[in-house]
C-alpha cells in the first residue's frame, strides 16, 4: 500500500513523524529518496507536494496521502477524507493594509483585487458576501503584494500572524480553518479496505496518545471514593493491591494532557503518594 506524505513545508516534519510513530521506517529530511519502501515490504511511502498529494490519491497513484484541508478544499474534492490530524494548524485569513480604510470584508468594494493561491475558496468566500472582486493568483510571499501595488487585499495562511504584522497587514475575516487530513483513494478503499483501516487504526491509535497520560500512582484505600470522583479514565481507574500493605493502593489511570498538573494537586490532597506521569505512544480506545 502507498502513502503519499509531503516532501517539504510546515506538514512534512509531522507526517514523518506520524508514519515512525506507527513503526514505519521514514528515511530523514537529508535523504532525496522520493519512493521508499517500509514496514517489511507491506508500504511504500511517497514523498511528494502537498498539492500534488490529492491528485496522487484521486488518481490512485497513491492509496492514501495526508495533506492540508485547505489544499483539500481548494483542489482535492475526488478524495476520501478518512481522519484529521493533530498537526498543521493554521488558518486561511482575508488581511488588509494597516492604512486600508476597511474595517471587515463586507466593507471591500467590488473591483478590489484580491492575491492569494487559493482562488476558488477565496472565489466563493467573495461570492457568498456578494461581492465581485478580482483574483490574483500567487504561489508564494501574497502579504508583498500590497506594498508593492499588485493587489488591494491578500488571503494567505496563518499559523501565528507574525508574518502578516511585519508586513502591516491586518486581519478582516478567517475564510477557513485547516489542519493535517488523512485521505484516501476511492478505488483504494474498495480494493485494500482492509490494509487502509488496519492503517487508519493505527494512526487513530497514535492521535488519541498525543492528548493523554498515563498516570500512576499510592492512594489510601480510605481515599478511594473521593479520587474515584476525580478520575474517570477511559472506564474507570485500575486498582491493585500494594504487596505488605493494606491501608494503600496502586492507582493507574489515562488522563487528559491538559489536566495532568490539576489532578496531581488532588491526588496530593488526597494523600497520594508516588505520583508518576508518562506519555502514551499508542492508545486503542
Not at 528515511?27 to 519502501?37: C, E, F, M, Q
Not at 492514501?64 to 478524495?79: F, K, M, Q, R, Y
Not at 498515563?214 to 493491591?241: C, E, K, S, W
Not at 500494594?242 to 496531581?264: F, P, S, T, W, Y
Amino acid at each position: 500500500m502507498r502513502t503519499a506524505i509531503p516532501n517539504k513545508g510546515r506538514l512534512a516534519p509531522d507526517a514523518s513523524e506520524l508514519l515512525r510513530a506507527i513503526g514505519l521506517r521514514i528515511p530523514d529530511a537529508n535523504d532525496r529518496k522520493l519512493l521508499v519502501d517500509s514496514g517489511k515490504g507491506r508500504y511504500q511511502v511517497l514523498f511528494a507536494s502537498p498539492w500534488d498529494i490529492p491528485r496522487y490519491v484521486e488518481s490512485g497513484a497513491a492509496d492514501v496521502g495526508i495533506t492540508g484541508l485547505d489544499i483539500l478544499e481548494e483542489a482535492g474534492n475526488g478524495v476520501e477524507r478518512l481522519l484529521p490530524l493533530n498537526f498543521g494548524f493554521c488558518k486561511l485569513c482575508l488581511a488588509a493594509p494597516e492604512a486600508a480604510t476597511v474595517l471587515s470584508s463586507k466593507e471591500i468594494p467590488g473591483g478590489a483585487t484580491i492575491a492569494t493561491q487559493f482562488p476558488n475558496l477565496v472565489r466563493s468566500y467573495f461570492r457568498r458576501l456578494g461581492t465581485d472582486v478580482r483574483i490574483v493568483e500567487v504561489r508564494g510571499a501574497a502579504e508583498l503584494t500590497p506594498n508593492i501595488g499588485a493587489a488591494d487585499f491578500v488571503a494567505d495562511l496563518v499559523e501565528t500572524g507574525s508574518t502578516l504584522r511585519m508586513n502591516h497587514l491586518r486581519i478582516l475575516d478567517v475564510i477557513l480553518e485547516s489542519r493535517a487530513v488523512l485521505v484516501a483513494s476511492p478505488a483504494s478503499l474498495e480494493e485494500k479496505g482492509s490494509e487502509i483501516r488496519e492503517l487508519v487504526s493505527a494512526i487513530e491509535s497514535v492521535v488519541e496518545a498525543e492528548s493523554r497520560r498515563y498516570l500512576m500512582a499510592n492512594v489510601p484505600v480510605d481515599r478511594l471514593p473521593q479520587v474515584r470522583g476525580f478520575l474517570p479514565g477511559i472506564t474507570a481507574p485500575t486498582i491493585m493491591n500494594l504487596i505488605g500493605r493494606q491501608d494503600m493502593v496502586a492507582m493507574h489511570v489515562v488522563v487528559k494532557e491538559d489536566e495532568v498538573n490539576g489532578v496531581i494537586a488532588l491526588l496530593k490532597d488526597a494523600g497520594a503518594t508516588g505520583i508518576l506521569v508518562v506519555p502514551i505512544e499508542r492508545m486503542v480506545v
